[in-house]
T-cell receptor, first 114, second 116 residues
Framework: GQQLNQSPQSMFIQEGEDVSMNCTSSSIFNTWLWYKQDPGEGPVLLIALYKAGELTSNGRLTAQFGITRKDSFLNISASIPSDVGIYFCAGSPGYGGATNKLIFGTGTLLAVQP | GAVVSQHPSRVICKSGTSVKIECRSL??????MFWYRQFPKQSLMLMATSNEGSKATYEQGVEKDKFLINHASLTLSTLTVTSAHPEDSSFYICSARKGARNTEAFFGQGTRLTVV
């Protein structure tokens, strides 16, 4: 199935550092979502983006919907150990109906050393 | 909040048997539910879209006769893996969507299926 390209694949950082990851697509998406997944659990929604250029924050997390509609970025500031996990971007080409299914990125594994 | 519950969380079955996984939206009605499969250290791959009261829509390459999906009510969808094979061992995750245009899909906690 179709996937989004997400980078980096993994990151190993020190507590307190800022983190950036991005997601790119060859086609236009009208919705971008960012999820975090802990081992053996389902993904949990972090941020949802609906407009090109939109910048949205959720605590220490900030995500942006790229102007071209083909990319999105997630930043985590002042990382803490509990930020450890796998982060997935997900995009949807449509707003409703059959085109509303989510396509997931390849994931970014984040490890934070205290 | 929006809670999606998946059951069982873990299941081990013998080759050739069938396994049913349930996905329930606990505090909202979901006209659409999605079933994903995730292999270790990989992303979520959409298997099928489950619509209440109608046939599921399967993604290319997913065998509809092997992965039976039933969405009998607005709060329950089931995935049955028929004639299970060791290669079917995987993490299966469902998600439920609130409303027709709301792309915010809420995920269940997943089911770890091991076929021996």
């Amino acid at each position: 199935g179709q996937q989004l390209n997400q980078s980096p694949q993994s990151m190993f950082i020190q507590e307190g550092e800022d983190v950036s990851m991005n997601c790119t697509s060859s086609s236009i998406f009208n919705t971008w979502l960012w999820y975090k997944q802990d081992p053996g659990e389902g993904p949990v929604l972090l941020i949802a983006l609906y407009k090109a250029g939109e910048l949205t924050s959720n605590g220490r997390l900030t995500a942006q919907f790229g102007i071209t509609r083909k990319d999105s970025f997630l930043n985590i500031s002042a990382s803490i150990p509990s930020d450890v996990g796998i982060y997935f971007c997900a995009g949807s080409p449509g707003y409703g109906g059959a085109t509303n299914k989510l396509i997931f990125g390849t994931g970014t594994l984040l490890a934070v050393q205290p | 909040g929006a809670v999606v519950s998946q059951h069982p969380s873990r299941v081990i079955c013998k080759s050739g048997t069938s396994v049913k996984i349930e996905c329930r939206s606990l505090d909202f009605q979901a006209t659409t539910m999605f079933w994903y499969r995730q292999f270790p250290k990989q992303s979520l791959m959409l298997m099928a879209t489950s619509n209440e009261g109608s046939k599921a829509t399967y993604e290319q390459g997913v065998e509809k006769d092997k992965f039976l999906i039933n969405h009998a009510s607005l709060t329950l969808s089931t995935l049955t893996v028929t004639s299970a094979h060791p290669e079917d061992s995987s993490f299966y995750i469902c998600s439920a969507r609130k409303g027709a245009r709301n792309t915010e899909a809420f995920f269940g906690q997943g089911t770890r299926l091991t076929v021996v």
